[in-house]
């Protein structure tokens, strides 16, 4: 069993990450409506990945006795500004995500509960991994022109997720 406070962090983080998901998968619409293939197959293996993380976490819930408990999903935006501007806005987000499993992780060793310490590593070290990805891609917009660049760009996602899907 989980104690109460670790309980409450990691209900809130599962929220949080639905919210994510569904966030990413509202740009991941946004692109798609744009013509951006490549940009909108990134941001859906985004929504992806924090919907797989999501429902780690509520497995990991069940395996503890613990029930889960999902709100309602409001606030997310239908669309939003250019390719820059989107992936500036991604990384606003992630970096909130982040923040958040910090949060967690923070009340899981007040609370001395080193198995769900454990559990929270590989979300530590893969929003790491997610930061200096989205990062790159920051980089690399502010570096081109609204033009052949963006193109270059989304053609090299949307091979890099098929790449991925294949794996």
């Known amino acids: 069993m989980l104690g109460k406070k670790v309980r409450e962090a990691l209900n809130a983080q599962i929220n949080a990450e639905v919210w994510s998901a569904y966030f990413y998968l509202s740009m991941s619409l946004h692109f798609a409506v744009e013509g951006y293939a490549g940009f909108s197959r990134w941001m859906r293996k985004q929504y992806v990945e924090d919907l797989a993380r999501a429902t780690q976490m509520m497995d990991y819930m069940a395996e503890q006795g613990e029930r889960v408990v999902l709100r309602d999903i409001t606030g997310i935006p239908a669309s939003f500004g250019d390719v820059f501007v989107t992936f500036e806005q991604a990384m606003v987000h992630l970096v909130r995500i ?60 949307f091979e890099t997720c098929e790449i991925r899907d294949k794996n």
């Open 98 to 157: 982040t923040d958040a499993i910090d949060t967690l992780a923070d009340v899981v060793v007040r609370e001395n509960d080193k198995a769900t310490r454990v559990f929270l590593d590989k979300y530590i070290l893969g929003q790491v991994l997610a930061e200096s990805r989205m990062n790159r891609i920051l980089t690399q917009l502010k570096r081109m022109n609204q033009g052949v660049g963006i193109y270059m760009l989304d053609k090299e996602l």
